[in-house]
Structures are given as C-alpha cells and as structure tokens.
C-alpha cells in the first residue's frame, strides 16, 4: 500500500514540473513574439527613414545638375571669348598685309614723296602695332580670367559632389548597419521560435518571408558596399555584419546561390528581367552581370528564383 501511495505522489509531481515548464515556454514564446512586432515596427521607421535620405539625395542631383549646366554656360561663353579674340587676330593680320602692299604700291608710284610720306608710314605702322599688342593684351587677359574662373567653379561643383556623395554614403552605412542589427535579432528571434515550436514536414510549408527578405537586404548592401570606396567611415563593421547574417543564414539550412558573373545558359532556372548588349563579350556569350533578387535554397530545395540581368554579344 506504501508503495502505491508512494507511486501516485512521485507521478503527480512529474505531471505538475511538466506543465510548469510548458506554462514557462509559452511565456516565453509570447515575449519573444511581442519583441518581433517591436522589431517590425523599427524596421518601417527605418524604412522611412531610408525614403527620407533617398529624396533628400534626389534633390541634391537636381542641384549638381544645375550646377554642371551653368558650368557648361560658363565653357559656351569662354568658347565666344576665344572665338572673338582668334578673328580680331585675324583681322589685324590681314590689315598689317594689306597696310604693307599699299605702302609698298605709294612707294613705287611716287619716290618723291617718300621722304615726306615715310614719317607717317612709320607713326601708322606704330599705331597698328600698339593697337594690335592692346587688342592682343586685352584678349589674353580675358582668356586668363574666365578660364581661371571655370577652372574654379568646376573644382568647387566636383569637390561639393564628393562632399555630398561621401556624406551620403556614410549616413547610408549607418542606417544599413542598423538594419543589420535588426535582422540579426528577428532571425535570433524566429530560430528560437521555431525550437520551441514543431518544424513542418517539408520546406514548403515553412515560413520563409523573414528569410527572404534577408538575402533581398544583403544583396542590396553588397551591391552598395561595391560602389563605395573603401575608406568610407562605418563600411568595414558593416560587411562584418553581413558576415554574421550569411553565417546565421546558413546555420538555418538556407543557402543563397552566388550567381554574379556566371555564364548564363537557357535551361537555368531563373527570371532574366533584361538583356544588354556588350561588345567587349565574345561572340555568342551570355553572363549574368546583375542580381536583382538572389536564388534562396532551403535545406537544398529552392524557394525563390532568382532575378538578373544579363550581358551579350
């Protein structure tokens, strides 16, 4: 009879540790759900912050757009100047030819007269060739000050771009880098989601939303990361990020397929969104030169196809 009674207590208190623990699970999947709606909501202010910084980036084009067309005005006009200065050269020229033919033809007909006639000559030929070395003078000094002048505007409009680019890009950086701290925490979030929950039977029944729009970030910031010089303040702890997410991605079975620069064959199973012609291609090659979404396995099966662009001759 001890036994029994024994029996029934030791079971009674397995039962209750048992659902003390389910009790502490579902706490704690209700937690990590409520900071994935936090983590959500983080993303579209970033996202808008993100929108924020690219119109802001579309109105500081328009203004280096119209700062290369005043330059362009700029060059038009110093382009009149030389043409103006190049024909009064030529004007001069011609005078000082024709001046001296009919110097020579006055000299021919009338020998008398040289003598009286060569103090003018000379006072003509003097002012010709003041007014000439004036004309010349003044055209040159033009010259040198507008072409000083663009020479100047065009370093201010270049250094203003790099400004604006490298300022760009840096604040690019930060908000990409901050994304990146937010994907890392919802894939944290949803690996241990799924621990604590069954997995699906097969791949397709898996939610693989967050996952995708992973590999979309990363390939959009790789993409970034390869226009950018590398010196840009904030760039080397942000590849470091996308790292960690890649190595993250991968411990979850998923696997993004490295498409870029590959040749391109018909029976591939990917969305070519545009053909571009290359003639420094050989004849008849095909590569793939951009992704615009990465091909995405998940424990070997695939769940997106991939969309690029491909180059060909």
């Given at each position: 009879?001890?036994?029994?009674?024994?029996?029934?207590?030791?079971?009674?208190?397995?039962?209750?540790?048992?659902?003390?623990?389910?009790?502490?699970?579902?706490?704690?999947?209700?937690?990590?759900?409520?900071?994935?709606?936090?983590?959500?909501?983080?993303?579209?202010?970033?996202?808008?912050?993100?929108?924020?910084?690219?119109?802001?980036?579309?109105?500081?084009?328009?203004?280096?757009?119209?700062?290369?067309?005043?330059?362009?005005?700029?060059?038009?006009?110093?382009?009149?100047?030389?043409?103006?200065?190049?024909?009064?050269?030529?004007?001069?020229?011609?005078?000082?030819?024709?001046?001296?033919?009919?110097?020579?033809?006055?000299?021919?007909?009338?020998?008398?007269?040289?003598?009286?006639?060569?103090?003018?000559?000379?006072?003509?030929?003097?002012?010709?060739?003041?007014?000439?070395?004036?004309?010349?003078?003044?055209?040159?000094?033009?010259?040198?000050?507008?072409?000083?002048?663009?020479?100047?505007?065009?370093?201010?409009?270049?250094?203003?771009?790099?400004?604006?680019?490298?300022?760009?890009?840096?604040?690019?950086?930060?908000?990409?880098?901050?994304?990146?701290?937010?994907?890392?925490?919802?894939?944290k979030i949803q690996q241990a989601e799924s621990s604590s929950t069954p997995s699906s039977s097969t791949p397709e029944k898996e939610d693989h939303s967050l996952a995708l729009k992973v590999a979309d970030e990363i390939v959009r910031m790789q993409k970034n990361i390869s226009r950018m010089d590398e010196g840009t303040k904030g760039l080397k702890p942000l590849e470091k990020g996308i790292e960690r997410i890649q190595a993250n991605f991968a411990a979850n079975g998923y696997e993004m397929v490295n498409l870029l620069n590959k040749d391109y064959e018909d029976r591939m199973n990917l969305d070519v969104i545009n053909f571009l012609e290359d003639d420094n291609l050989e004849k008849g090659k095909k590569i793939i030169t951009k992704i615009i979404k990465p091909q995405v396995n998940f424990n070997g099966i695939l769940i997106q196809r991939a969309q690029v662009e491909v180059s060909q001759n």
């Open positions: 009879m001890k036994k029994v009674i024994l029996g029934t207590i030791i079971g009674l208190s397995s039962f209750v540790a048992v659902a003390q623990s389910d009790s502490l699970i579902n706490v704690e999947v209700t937690s990590l759900k409520q900071q994935l709606k936090e983590q959500s909501i983080e993303i579209e202010k970033l996202s808008d912050k993100y929108q924020v910084q690219r119109n802001s980036l579309i109105e500081k084009g328009n203004a280096i757009s119209k700062l290369n067309q005043e330059n362009q005005s700029l060059k038009g006009k110093l382009d009149s100047v030389s043409n103006i200065v190049s024909t009064n050269g030529n004007n001069i020229v011609a005078i000082s030819k024709d001046l001296g033919t009919k110097i020579q033809e006055t000299g021919d007909i009338a020998d008398s007269k040289i003598s009286a006639l060569n103090s003018d000559v000379d006072k003509n030929r003097l002012y010709w060739i003041i007014g000439t070395l004036a004309t010349l003078l003044i055209g040159g000094v033009i010259f040198w000050l507008l072409g000083k002048r663009i020479t100047s505007s065009k370093t201010d409009v270049e250094s203003q771009i790099n400004n604006t680019k490298k300022s760009l890009e840096e604040e690019s950086i930060k908000l990409d880098s901050k994304l990146v701290e937010v994907l890392e925490s919802q894939l």
